[in-house]
Structures are given as C-alpha cells and as structure tokens.
C-alpha cells in the first residue's frame, strides 16, 4: 500500500500501540504493585523500595503448595495428552479425504462457552460415575487446549512434504524410522507448541476447574477465591508470580522457535 | 507409498516371455503390498480415533445429554425422564431471561466495540507494517492468550477502582476533584475487562482473512480510481467477511460464557446468566441450569452455521490443506 501517507501510518501507530497499552498495562502495572513493600495500592516510589516482601509472604500460605502441585501436575499431563493427540491428528490429516469434517469436530470445543462445556462435562461424568479428582479437569483442560494445540501442530505439518516420508520409505525405511528421522524433527514445532499450549491454557484456567476439581483446588481456584474475598497484598505477588512464570515460559519458547528457525536455515 | 517394488524394474516390458520365477515374485510382491495398505489403513485409524472419539464423547456427547436432560423433571437431587417444558416456562416466568437478555447485550456491545478496534489493527498488522514490526506485533497479540485471564481482569481493578490509575491521574491533571466511584464495579467495568480479555480473538481470524486478499486485487481497485476508503468498503472488507465471522463469533462466545469479569468487576447488582447457571448448579436445580444452556447452545450453534454458510469460515484454514 503505497498511497498511504506517513500521516495515517503514524495514526494506525498510535491506536496499534494504545490497544496493546489497553491489554498490557494492567497486568504491569500489578507486577509493580506486588513489589511495594507497604499495604497501598502503589508502585514502589523509590527504587530502594521495590521488595519481594509478599513474595516471601506466600510461603505462610498454608493451602497454596497443595494448589501449587496440583496444577503443575494438571498442566504437565494437559500437555502431554494435548500434544500426543494433536500429533496423531497431524499425522491422519495428511491422509484424510473429507479434512474440514475433522478439522470442525476438532476446533468445534473451541466455540462452545466455557460455563456450558463445563456443566455439561461434570454432569457426563456423573452420569458414568466418575468421582471429580484431578483427572476430570486434565480431561476438561484437554477439551479446552485441543482445538489451539491442533492448529498449531497442523500448521507445522502443513510444511511437511509428503515426498519425504515416500522417499524415506523408498528408501527402506520403516514407518516408524520416518517418522523418528523425519516426521518428528520437521515438525517439533508444533508439537512443542501444542504442549506449551496445553500446560498454559490448563494452569490459567478456571471454569472448566471449577466445575470439574475435586476436594484439591488448583490455583486459579486457590487464586480467585483470594480476590473476591479481598485477601492482603500478597494476592498480587501470587498474580505476579503466576504472571512471570507465563512470561517466562513463553521467552523459553521464543528462544526454542528462533533455534529451530536457525538451524533449518542452516541445513537448507 | 507409490507402486509395489515388484513394478519399478521395468522387466516385464523387457522380456515377452515371463518367467514362472518372475511371476511368483511379482505375486508376492503384490501381496506384501496389499499387505502393507491394509497395515497403513490401520495404522491411519489408530491416528485418526483418538483425537476424533476423544472430541466427539466429552466435547459433543455432553452437550447433547444437557439438552436432553433440559426436558427431564427435577427430583430432589437429581433428575428423573420425562418430557416436560417446565424448565423453559420458568426461564421466562422467573425473570430469567431479562439477565439473559442483559448478557446479550453486553456481549453484542463488546463484540461490536472488538470489532471497531481489532479490524483496523488486523489491517494495520497485515498490509501496512513492515514485515520485521509485523511478526513482533503479531506475537505481542498472541502472548494474552498465556497469561492468565482471572489475574488480567483482576488488575483492572487496579487501573479503575477508587484509588486506582485513572482516578490518580484525572485528580492529578485537575480535571475532577473527588475519586469517580462508577468506575469499578459497574456495567462499564464490565465492558472494558470483556474487551480487554477478547480483543486478542478478533485480531487473528481477520489477520488470518486479510492474507488472503492479494496486494493485485488491491491496486487493481486503486488502478480503476477507487480512493482507500471505497477500495475498503467494496472490496476489503466483503473479502475479509470469513474472520470478521470468525473473530465476531470468537467474541461473541466467549464473552456470553464468562464470569469471571462479572464477578470482579461487576457492581453487586450486576448478575449475568453465566453467575445464574453457577448458582442454580450449586442449588441443585439442573434442568433449569440445562434450560439455558441448551438456550446459549441454540444461539451459538445458529451463529455458527450462519458463519459457515454465507460467511464461509471454513475458507480461513484452507491454508492448513
């Protein structure tokens, strides 16, 4: 688009950069208010101020380990199963005759509200009499991160040519050497995006948790029932914490993308 | 997976007269290839099974059962088989569906407020930014979508409550001089941390729309003479209709199913049907709970298919073909 002026661009600029204030500010704004070590609601106003009091304030919290554990346990095994099955339907999609039937089915949790797939969940699970526990929510949470694991894996197997399994398999490997040898490192991408989406979207989480956990509550449940009951300061050290831990594990996955970028390009 | 080993030497084009060796080995070879088909074709089901049961028995099952259920007559603490319309006549009797009609309207205004923001970023990513900006913009996008939604809606009350940023700052510049109290705690509130926690949804699907119309369509229009804004309204926009769908819909959903911005932002009266259907689960009162589900759920499924039929969604992913 050449005919736009310089004038307009910098306007587009400007909402662009107000949108992302709009969506990002808050949640900086409470990461800088966790480090204020007296109980107003402000940032630090000297830099010798900024503390990690009710940082440390969280481990007097008697039922937050248990919250803590339970949701990495929920988010490892969401990301496991997310991943294993998104890779099974990334490696069928290829062969499918009808693909946006599939397609559909596995995007269609992706359009039904929370509250309802949750609901209707826990009364499934009545009905064949399964007791709530953990493994409700790892299958809620699976429902829930399928339909984006399944893109992104489908996205990165969409640049996998269906000439290099034959000639692998020409070439006298079995099914399983090309997938070990090719499939896999083509598409790894994918494959860790989709485990990465699994774990973040199940420890983030509350509804479907809500709906589904057992007597142990996960920490999104631990988490809001702190913010409605109006708890002291340290709730936005445990914001901030969990909101750091996101962070973190999303620069990892830019780290591990720009690597794999790199390294293909080397190889072609 | 081409042609059987036994076909790719070429020697039956060679000789005329073929061997009996020459036969038993190319039968042989057509056997292990039918053998190896009908092992590929299971191996295909055992890919194709789990993801598509695994969908179809928690994430439609369920949903069926609810309306199903929706027609049963409650007992005590169950429900028991019946036919009965109980559950929808109380859903209009009860004052229900004035909450009902409030969350729509809610969710309509945000979807609309997502949709006047997010198509003009989308664009602005897609046609205008040079390509090094438009990958960092697009990943800034998808980052909300990792973080948690409870912690991003709870530090609005940061930015909109009594003491918070607004307020400090219109006190600052003079413009006010006492704290404005409607701000947290209100319909308005509401409507930001909605907006706030979708706009990422409506962003993508028209990203993802705008790909697909080629730059040559674009100057074909500006070569006829059309200005920017008639290149927009005629040709643009009615070729971006999938993801305007896509991401209206995405909105729309997810905002008629979500609570927890009602429930830390909005005032003590403000009560949405999502809270109704969490207190009437707790109440043990399930086939009014499986009423409006089933309602949200006729809704959802007809915005749906409308997508799908003149708005083609299904176009959005050819790209995954």
């Known amino acids: ?268 | 997976m081409g042609k059987p080993p036994g076909f790719a030497g070429g020697s039956l084009n060679q000789n005329s007269s073929v061997t009996s060796y020459q036969c038993a080995n190319l039968l042989k070879n057509i056997r292990k290839f039918k053998i190896s088909k009908s092992k590929e074709r299971i191996l295909f089901f055992i890919q194709l099974l789990p993801p598509a049961l695994f969908v179809i028995i928690l994430g439609v099952f369920p949903l069926v059962l609810i309306i199903i259920w929706s027609f049963w007559e409650p007992t005590t603490y169950w429900i028991k088989p019946d036919l009965t319309i109980a559950a929808y006549h109380k859903f209009f009797t009860a004052g229900r569906y004035l909450t009902f009609l409030k969350t729509l309207r809610v969710s309509c205004t945000v979807t609309f407020l997502a949709l006047i923001i997010g198509y003009p970023i989308a664009y602005f990513i897609r046609k205008i930014v040079s390509e090094k900006y438009r990958n960092i913009l697009l990943l800034t996008f998808i980052i909300p979508f990792f973080l948690s939604y409870i912690i991003r809606v709870f530090s609005l009350r940061l930015i909109l409550g009594r003491y918070g940023v607004i307020n400090n700052v219109l006190l600052w510049i003079g413009l006010i001089s006492d704290p404005l109290e409607g701000l947290l705690f209100s319909e308005l509130a509401v409507h930001i941390g909605l907006l706030s926690s979708y706009l990422p949804f409506m962003i993508f699907p028209i990203v993802l729309s705008i790909e697909r119309v080629g730059e040559s369509t674009i100057e074909a229009s500006q070569d006829l003479g059309a200005t920017f804004f008639q290149t927009l309204i005629r040709v643009i926009i009615p070729l971006t209709k999938p993801g305007i769908f896509a991401g209206c819909i995405f909105v729309f959903v997810s905002s008629l199913g979500s609570t927890v911005e009602w429930d830390l932002l909005g005032g003590v009266g403000e009560f949405s049907t999502p809270q109704m259907l969490e207190s009437l689960m707790t109440a043990l009162k399930f086939p009014s709970a499986f009423a409006i589900s089933t309602l949200i759920l006729a809704m959802t499924m007809c915005v749906l298919l409308l997508g799908f039929k003149y708005a083609k969604i299904a176009e959005l992913f050819e790209t995954l073909e």
């Open chain 1, 1 to 268: 688009m050449g005919s736009i002026s310089i004038l307009k661009k910098s306007c587009l600029w400007t909402f662009t950069i107000l949108a992302l204030l709009f969506i990002f500010l808050p949640s900086t704004y409470l990461l800088a208010i966790s480090l204020e070590p007296s109980e107003l609601e402000r940032i630090p106003r000297n830099l010798s101020d900024f503390s990690l009091k009710w940082y440390i304030r969280l481990f007097h919290q008697e039922r937050l380990p248990g919250a803590i554990k339970q949701s990495v346990m929920v988010g490892l095994l969401t990301a496991g199963i997310t991943s294993f099955l998104s890779l099974l339907s990334g490696m069928c999609y290829r062969k499918l005759r009808k693909k946006s039937y599939f397609l559909g089915l596995l995007i269609f949790p992706m359009f039904v509200p929370g509250i309802i797939a949750a609901i209707s969940l826990s009364v499934f699970f009545r009905l064949i009499s399964i007791r709530s526990s953990m493994y409700t929510v790892v299958l809620g949470h699976v429902l829930y991160a399928l339909p984006y694991a399944t893109i992104v894996t489908l996205v990165s197997f969409s640049g996998l040519k269906e000439g290099f399994i034959e000639a692998a398999r020409d070439l006298g490997a079995s099914g399983f050497r090309a997938f070990k040898d090719i499939i896999f490192p083509l598409t790894r991408g994918g494959i860790f995006g989709a485990a990465l989406f699994g774990f973040l979207l199940s420890l983030n989480e509350f509804i479907r948790a809500y709906f589904l956990s057992g007597w142990q509550e996960t920490l999104s449940i631990y988490m809001f029932g702190q913010m409605k009951g109006g708890a002291d300061p340290s709730i936005y050290a445990l914001a901030g914490l969990i909101l750091s831990v996101s962070i973190f594990l999303v620069l990892v996955a830019l780290v591990y993308y720009s690597f794999i970028r790199y390294s293909s390009r080397s190889f072609a």
